[in-house]
């Protein structure tokens, strides 16, 4: 029972460049979020899906696309990868009820050069 | 201005001091509060949760919410090492926004 995994753990990106953000999770959860974390701005969200088929913005959206491929698997893609876009990326899910306690990946460490 | 402020420390106690975490929001319609710990290089873990307003106790941890003055506080008694952590706090309105202030980091002297 694995909870939340983040592939990969490291990144290195070129500007201009693209990548897939992977996340999965084996807790049977509704609800998935992609957050990014920076320095003095705490934990921003970018997109969350409440369920498989369908997916919303976050606080954050702009430079990002998701995926939810199943009730599984959320993956976060950066089609053109900027310099603002380094950061510590976090998966989350959680079961979507009165009693709301989401569960989050390692993270993904994002540098864009 | 932020949904969330939350002070960023650091904050360095001793070994068995009483810890005081705090956090102040804007948003009138928040009606889920949390905390979250994090260390370092690792993802948030919930350390406690409270509905509406009131207070909240688990061990060592109490959490207080203040809807009145949109004030929300984490205790932590007779301090850990271990509990040498950045701690989060979160909240919201329904159940798939949530807004995090941006952490303090906390150092608790052996």
């Known amino acids: 029972n694995a909870g939340v995994t983040q592939t990969p753990k490291f990144q290195v990106l070129k500007t201009g460049q693209s990548m897939t953000l992977q996340c999965a999770q084996d807790?049977?959860?509704?609800?998935m979020y992609w957050y990014r974390q920076d320095p003095g701005m705490g934990l921003r969200l970018i997109y969350y899906?409440?369920?498989?088929?369908?997916?919303d913005k976050g606080e954050v959206p702009n430079g990002y696309n998701v995926s939810r491929l199943n009730k599984r698997e959320f993956s976060l893609r950066l089609e053109s990868a900027a310099p603002s876009q380094t950061s510590v990326y976090f998966c989350?899910?959680?079961?979507?009820?009165?009693?709301?306690?989401?569960?989050f990946g390692p993270g993904t460490r994002l540098t864009v050069l | 201005q932020k949904e969330v402020e939350q002070d960023p420390g650091p904050l360095s106690v001793p070994e068995g001091a009483i810890v005081s975490l705090n956090c102040t929001y804007s948003?009138?319609?928040?009606?889920?509060f949390m905390w979250y710990r994090q260390y370092s290089r690792k993802g948030p873990e919930l350390l406690m949760y409270t509905y509406s307003s009131g207070n909240k106790e688990d061990g060592r941890f109490t959490a207080q919410v203040d809807k009145s003055s949109k004030y929300i506080s984490l205790f932590i008694r007779d301090s850990q090492p271990s509990d040498s952590a950045t701690y989060l706090c979160a909240m919201g309105y329904n159940f798939n926004k949530f807004y995090f202030g941006s952490g303090t980091k906390l150092n608790v002297k052996p």
């Open positions: 807790m049977n959860h509704n609800s």
């Open positions: 989350a899910t959680d079961r979507t009820g009165d009693y709301n306690e989401q569960f």
């Open positions: 948003n009138s319609a928040f009606q889920y």
């Open positions: 899906s409440a369920s498989e088929g369908t997916t």
